[in-house]
């Protein structure tokens, strides 16, 4: 049987001995992308390889992976927080490739607003696209094109442009369905702040052997959260 307080400590002293090395890559990551041009362009980059690089893998709204699995990591995040658009595309592929992909997890993402009312309508977004099981295709598409922080690049052609590059079949559905979905982007933002979370991208760890969701330290690397959801998984 696992142990939370092992699992917990192994993460903190992870993130804690990498933090120092990776945040300054993390920041100018930030720098660059604060520096490039308001967004908004409806041309979008990375299309074809992300789409490709989902492709075959099972979603279900914004859960990444087969439902079977017994670990759920579940990162809750911004849209338009380029912080989160580094660990998406610098960390998170490879828990998709080495855990995701071979069944022993699935990846989860909520909600959590914390820059600006485009967020709210970035992240309705995002769950409409769910629903036609394309929304992990919407959310790495649109970090991929993240432009600058309520700049007000993430209007309603950016939000449609995203839509069709991510797959979604009724466009006419995802629009009624994003109308609906501000309440759930408020709820997870609420319960991002239940776990004590003041910031993004935060991770939970949920499962078989874990009772609700499990609040863990933002590592800077995959490796401890590879780690984390092998020792949940038993």
């Known amino acids: ?9 192994m993460l903190q002293l992870a993130a804690g001995a990498a933090f120092l090395a990776v945040a300054a ?17 409806t041309e979008l980059e990375g299309v074809a390889e992300i789409n490709r690089s989902l ?6 709204e914004l859960i990444l992976g087969d439902l079977k699995a017994p670990v759920e ?8 927080c380029p912080y989160c658009k580094a660990f998406t ?26 820059i600006g009312k485009q967020s709210v309508a970035a992240g309705a977004a995002a769950l409409a696209a769910g629903f036609q099981e ?15 922080e309520n700049s007000g690049y993430a209007d309603d052609a950016f939000l449609e442009a995203i839509a069709k590059a991510a797959g979604v079949k009724d466009l006419r ?15 997870t933002t609420a319960e991002a702040e239940g776990l004590g979370f003041t910031g993004t991208p935060s991770f939970a760890l949920g499962g078989l052997h874990i009772p609700g969701l499990e609040a863990i330290e933002t590592p800077a690397s995959a490796g401890p959260l590879e ?7 038993h």
């Open 55 to 60: 492709q075959g893998i099972p979603q279900h």
């Open 227 to 233: 780690e984390a959801i092998e020792d949940a998984s």
């Open 173 to 187: 559905l995802w629009n009624q369905n994003r109308a609906e979905q501000v309440v759930p982007v408020e709820q």
């Open 89 to 114: 595309e610098d960390i998170v592929p490879s828990i998709i490739e080495n855990q995701v992909k071979k069944g022993q997890a699935v990846i989860g993402f909520r909600n959590f607003v914390v």
């Open 25 to 41: 890559v993390l920041v100018l990551i930030v720098i660059s992308a604060s520096g490039s041009d308001d967004g908004g362009d």
């Open 1 to 9: 049987m696992s142990d939370p307080g092992r699992r917990t400590r």
């Open 73 to 80: 990591l579940v990162e809750y995040a911004d849209l338009q």
């Open 134 to 148: 394309r929304g992990w295709n919407f959310i790495e598409i649109f970090y991929r094109n993240q432009g600058r």
